[in-house]
């Protein structure tokens, strides 16, 4: 046997866990599931951290070659941050199978509704200020892994646990100026967009998390489905918002009434460009017209009814061209941008 029985252990916990993860993780996966008596120990938490070091040359007490066999771990962030990966880790030499296995066990990446929940959180309860345990976090995960935006690739071991989603909330410390310390130096593109976008708005920051939450308790239906894969990853409000904005643009007998009314008056255009979509395309564009919600998504109550003069009619270039400025751009302003 090459290594010890821990070292065996810590091995197979991380590539449960996709290859890297927190010392936390690799406790409790290897807590629930190990080939080592673990209650005989009276600290067997501390062997199992003795034992990275003393395989990992990102540590002083590292006594082996670096890159050679016995150098298994590599520390992220840096040591004290406690999250560990296996260093040799290959994808390259495994087979497909075997390949397909590993990604599924790497959780998705962060999307924009599941950063807009945790920097709301963030300016709540500043990260410096509490740990994993808290019940806030314990809280958002909850929320976090009940989102219905990943789908099966989520790895049901850790997908957003407690201690993700306070490691997750750590990640914005770095952009924060009130923050005195160093933070964790990686992190996605995304994170860098949602702190910028929202950081001196912390209000419509909470409005919007609350609207998500709000959606996914009240129309768990509608919010599962996706309408557009693209639309919905640009929709600066995140999935969860885009898919209710688009349901109430769609369904409601409100939008029928809209459209019905417009046909009647032989009007049925679009109100900002004056498309037609009849005129352009004859009998395949008869009767069709998109329908903009003009009430922000982040103003989403549970009980709010779509009213007649919320909704505007538009054509498709017109309508993706509303949804791309925050604060949405009103009717007037798009028609007179267009005579410019
Ligand atoms: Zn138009
Ligand atoms: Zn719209």
């Known amino acids: 046997m090459l290594y010890n029985i821990w070292v065996d252990e810590i091995k197979k916990a991380l590539d449960k866990l996709g290859g890297r993860a927190s010392l936390e993780d690799i406790y409790n996966t290897m807590e629930r599931n190990s080939g080592i008596n673990l209650s005989k120990y009276t600290d067997w938490r501390s062997q199992v951290r003795k034992n990275i070091y003393l395989h990992s040359s990102d540590t002083d007490i590292f006594k082996y070659t670096t890159g050679g066999k016995m150098d298994l771990f590599h520390s992220i962030d840096g040591k004290g941050k406690g999250i560990w990966a296996l260093r040799f880790f290959e994808r390259d030499t495994l087979d497909d199978d075997s390949q397909e296995a590993i990604a599924k066990k790497r959780n998705p990446s962060w999307k924009r509704d599941e950063l807009i929940l945790a920097l709301n959180l963030y300016f709540s309860h500043n990260p410096s200020k509490i740990n994993n345990k808290h019940v806030e976090v314990v809280k958002l995960s909850k929320i976090l892994n009940s989102l219905p935006i990943h789908g099966d690739q989520a790895n049901p071991d850790n997908f957003r646990n407690p201690n993700g989603v306070y490691m997750k909330m750590c990640n914005f410390l770095r952009f ?3 923050y005195k310390g160093k933070g964790l130096e990686r992190g996605s593109k995304l994170e860098k967009e949602v702190w910028d976008e929202f950081y001196k708005e912390k209000n ?7 609207s998500i939450i709000l959606g996914i308790t009240y129309e768990k239906e509608q919010v599962s489905q996706t309408i557009n894969r693209d ?14 904005h688009r349901q109430r643009e769609r369904n409601s007998s409100v939008v029928k009434k809209k459209k019905r009314l417009a046909m009647e008056k032989n009007n049925l255009k679009c109100e900002i460009c004056t498309f037609d979509f009849f005129k352009k395309y004859g009998e395949l564009g008869y009767g069709f017209i998109e329908c903009h919600h003009a009430k922000p998504i982040s103003d989403y109550k549970e009980d709010t009814k779509t009213k007649l003069e919320d909704l505007v009619l538009v054509c498709s270039n017109c309508h993706r061209m509303l949804h791309r400025k925050r604060p949405w751009l009103s009717k007037e302003q798009l028609r007179q941008l267009i005579k410019q």
Do not use: M, S, T, V
């Not at 419509?204 to 609350?210: M, P, R, V």
């Not at 639309?231 to 209710?244: D, V, W």
């Open 176 to 178: 924060d100026p009130n």
């Open 204 to 210: 419509k920051l909470h409005n919007i998390a609350q």
């Open 231 to 244: 639309e919905e990853e640009e929709f600066p409000e995140g999935k969860i918002l885009y898919r209710l």
